[in-house]
């Protein structure tokens, strides 16, 4: 049987597409992203509008850092990132975006600092540990091999029950979520916190007890905020330091330094 003929053009672009499919070869999956980190931002009634831009440029600063950009894309998965920002509600102000090239990070800081402000009246930390647990995490495009909150706040839960805010804890603990604190310590504003009791309205039928024992905001948030595998809490020195506090955080959170800190429950709140 006589060959089958081709023209020289016919076989070169015979040649060029079966090249085509031995270089792509068998289709791999994709790697997952080292960590999924939620960036969750107080914007209640004492972040006024110079407070929120501090926080917005400071997280924007910090993913534009080359510690950062390294930590966050040194593995081939890349990072997750998303922002929340929570007062009375709680709401996604930022979607998942993913970090795996620098030209990723500065895309995701130039969304950072574009975010126009928001704002509330009161702290409702339990809403936020509710709505990142129930439509955060669920969003996720792809699977992480860790999940960190990381909660930014100048004060306590004003409107949520004791055990109310507990339980929501123990639910966004619950869908292996790691979460991080990062109190803001204002001098003269939140040196001491949790006596008395206060209510904001509209959440519940009776009314919310601070707790009675005097304590600073940090081990507030040891207390009420930390928790899961690795947790640590890192304060910032007033909102002038929060560029640097949150810095340094991304870098522990997003890096091995994380899995090493495991059982250790804080660090240095200064």
């Known amino acids: 049987m006589d060959r089958l003929r081709l023209s ?46 501090l926080q917005m440029e400071g997280i924007a600063a910090a993913l534009e850092d080359p510690g950062v950009i390294a930590a966050m894309t040194g593995r081939p998965g890349g990072t997750l990132f998303a922002m929340v920002t929570w007062a009375d509600q709680a ?52 699977p992480a091999e860790r999940i960190v909150v990381d909660v930014s706040g100048d004060g306590i839960d004003n409107c949520t029950d004791p055990d109310n805010l507990e339980a929501e804890q123990q639910t966004l603990l619950g869908t292996g979520a790691t979460i991080n ?12 916190v949790g006596a008395g009791a206060y209510r904001a309205p509209g959440y519940g039928l009776r009314a919310t007890p601070l707790p009675q024992d005097r304590t600073d905001l940090a081990q507030w948030y040891r207390a009420h905020v930390v928790g ?33 800190m495991e059982g250790s429950p804080a660090l240095d709140p200064r």
């Open 91 to 142: 709401g996604l102000a930022l979607n998942w975006q993913r970090i795996a090239t620098r030209a990723d990070a500065l895309a995701t800081a130039a969304r950072v600092r574009a975010t126009p402000r928001q704002s509330g009246e009161f702290t409702c930390l339990g809403q936020m540990f509710r709505t990142v647990a129930a439509s955060v995490i669920p969003a996720m495009p792809l």
């Open 8 to 53: 020289p053009s016919v076989r070169r672009a015979l040649f060029t597409g079966l090249a085509a499919l031995w270089m792509a070869g068998p289709a791999r999956a994709e790697p997952p992203p080292a960590v999924a980190l939620v960036v969750a931002v107080d914007v209640s009634q004492s972040v006024d509008e110079a407070r929120f831009t």
């Open 228 to 260: 899961g595998p690795g947790a640590f809490l890192l304060a910032a020195a007033g909102y002038g330091d929060f560029s640097k506090a949150i810095r340094r955080k991304f870098v522990i959170e997003v890096s091995d330094a994380a899995r090493r």
């Open 181 to 192: 604190g990062l109190p803001i310590l204002v001098p003269g504003e939140n040196d001491v």
